[in-house]
């Protein structure tokens, strides 16, 4: 069956440093991949979204790279600021049908001052 | 709007008992999905609606559950004779088309006792 798979533990890191996320997946082919930040108490809001074409993509601190091959998706922050504390979903999108998001559990990065 | 609305925000119900959950889309948005999240987890599909019409009803855990877009607009998530594992977060997205961003509520926390 599909399978997601994110870091599990929280990440913790000192402000100014780059955080990574990692995303798995198994048993089938993204057409293009979301990642989404959640807040405790809140609705995930979307960040960015790749593209099977593409191996990278950014968006001002963010960026997201796609290998297809690996079946992995890293999700970066760079000088990460406390602000950046949340929950980090990534959602791959299966080839085909319509926009039906497949979540993995999330990973909780905590940056402290 | 100016985002997805969801109402109640939380809601306590006793076992047995039955609740209605809603959600009022972007104006003008076509496609609209139902989450279901548990504590520490990813939100978990549950229906899909193009318009008025349920394409996809995969995800509902059992006959017990029950959504409805009537117009194409407001949604409503109906959960009968409540059971203490419906306990979660019900969150609503939409989106304006195929393969973009999802949008998504504060949700409803639902409480069963």
């Known amino acids: 069956s599909q399978k997601i798979e994110q870091n599990s533990e929280a990440l913790n890191i000192q402000e100014g440093k780059t955080a990574t996320l990692t995303c798995n997946y198994t048993n089938y082919s993204p057409a293009y991949l979301q990642w989404y930040r959640q807040d405790p108490g809140r609705g995930p809001v979307f960040l960015l979204l790749i593209r099977e074409n593409e191996k990278e993509k950014r968006k001002e601190r963010l960026k997201v790279t796609f290998d297809t091959t690996l079946k992995q998706s890293l999700f970066h922050i760079t000088a990460s600021q406390p602000a950046d504390s949340a929950t980090y979903l990534c959602?791959?999108?299966?080839?085909?049908?319509?926009?039906?998001?497949?979540f993995g559990a999330g990973t909780r990065l905590a940056v402290h001052p | 709007g100016a985002g997805v609305s969801q109402s109640p925000r939380y809601k306590v119900a006793k076992r047995g008992q039955d609740v209605a959950l809603r959600c009022d889309p972007i104006s003008g948005h076509v496609s609209l999905f139902w989450y279901q999240q548990a504590l520490g987890q990813g939100p978990e599909f549950l229906t899909y609606?193009?318009?008025?019409?349920?394409?996809?009803k995969s995800g509902l855990p059992s006959d017990r559950f029950f959504a409805e877009r009537p117009e194409g607009s407001v949604s409503t998530l109906k959960i009968q004779r409540t059971q203490q594992e419906d306990s979660a977060v019900y969150l609503c997205?939409?989106?304006?088309?195929?393969?973009?961003?999802?949008?998504f509520g504060q949700g409803t926390r639902l409480t069963v006792v």
């Open positions: 959602a791959p999108k299966p080839t085909g049908g319509y926009n039906k998001l497949i």
């Open positions: 609606f193009q318009n008025e019409a349920q394409l996809d």
């Open positions: 997205a939409s989106t304006p088309g195929q393969n973009t961003e999802a949008f």
